[in-house]
């Protein structure tokens, strides 16, 4: 440092990124050490706060981009019921597909609530235009925001989900974790798409009792009751256990193709741990495990 001029790195672990400047001290003078520890301290924060900003912005792009590559969806996706509830499920989802009426999906996490949402769009006459689905459980309410309404920037606008499916669907993925504060501008929106005719089918998901939810304040029953036309129930796999056993066999078989390991099947005693499991996590842990 020189005596009218300050300079501290900003640093992240050991490796330096900037340089946090201070010149020209109010009412003159030169800097002291003082200030220099003062600069010091504020440039922790600032490396901090400026290495988040770059982390949600990759985290953005990164949202946008696999949203982008995921709006058509393909009728070949495989969708496993071995169980016969399962299989009823799935004949509801085609009778159900050609329909408009919104509907709720209800279930445990890991269920399979999203491929249940997707069934629900290729197999009807929607297959053709963009499935959005949006992550209502965002850990950034205002990214959650901007992809439920858009936002203007310096380079453009960006579209609203609705915007974007436009004659396809839009899948609201765990409702219940949309902050009150949202819920009565979403509440706008899909008045303003009825009243505009907007070519739209609607579905959502949940894993929590959303009426516990109303009754206590966090939900608003005006929103629950547009989207919860036509509620359906996704078993936990626990009580489906036909679907364990097929779905253990087409994960091994898929990451044995991925890890390049000839492995033919499970024996009939790790079968019988299979099927004898909890699976709290569902679906999505037996695919960990």
């Known amino acids: 440092s020189a005596a009218g001029f300050i300079a501290v790195p900003l640093r992240s672990k050991d490796i330096c990124f900037g340089v946090l400047e201070a010149a020209g001290k109010k009412g003159g003078g030169d800097f002291s050490e003082t200030d220099v520890s003062l600069l010091e301290f504020i440039a922790g924060y600032a490396a901090t706060v400026y290495r988040t900003s770059c982390a949600y912005r990759l985290y953005t792009d990164s949202v946008k981009y696999l949203e982008g590559s995921t709006d058509y969806i393909s009728e070949q996706e495989l969708f496993i019921a071995a169980s016969r509830i399962m299989q009823e499920k799935l004949a509801l989802c085609k009778r159900l597909a050609s329909s408009?009426?919104?509907v709720m999906i209800?279930?445990?996490?890991g269920t399979g609530k999203t491929l249940i949402a997707k069934q629900l769009h290729?197999?009807?006459?929607?297959?053709t235009h963009p499935f959005i689905r949006?992550?209502?459980a965002e850990p950034s309410q205002e990214l959650l925001e901007n992809r439920l309404f858009g936002r203007t920037t310096s380079s453009g606008n960006d579209e609203s989900c609705f915007d974007r499916?436009?004659?396809?669907?839009v899948f609201l993925d765990e409702a219940a974790a949309i902050p009150l504060s949202i819920q009565r501008k979403l509440l706008n929106q899909l008045l303003q798409i009825e009243q505009n005719g907007k070519n739209i089918r609607l579905i959502a998901s949940t894993a929590?009792?959303?009426?516990?939810?109303?009754?206590d304040g966090g939900f608003l029953s005006e929103l629950y009751g547009k989207l919860n036309v036509l509620p359906l129930y996704i078993p936990p796999l626990r009580q489906r256990k036909e679907d364990i056993t097929a779905l253990s066999?087409?994960?091994l078989q898929k990451y044995a193709r991925k890890v390049r390991k000839n492995i033919t099947g499970f024996s009939h005693d790790a079968e019988t741990v299979l099927e004898s499991n909890a699976w709290r996590g569902n679906i999505r842990e037996l695919k960990n495990t």
Do not use: K, Q, S, W
Not at 106 to 109: L, M, P, T, Y
Not at 122 to 127: D, E, P, S, T
Not at 165 to 169: E, F, K, Q, W
């Open 100 to 102: 408009d009426v919104p």
């Open 106 to 109: 209800v279930g445990e996490n």
């Open 122 to 127: 290729i197999y009807g006459c929607r297959a």
């Open 134 to 136: 949006v992550n209502c």
């Open 165 to 169: 499916a436009d004659g396809g669907t």
């Open 208 to 215: 929590c009792d959303l009426e516990h939810l109303i009754r």
């Open 249 to 251: 066999r087409f994960f």
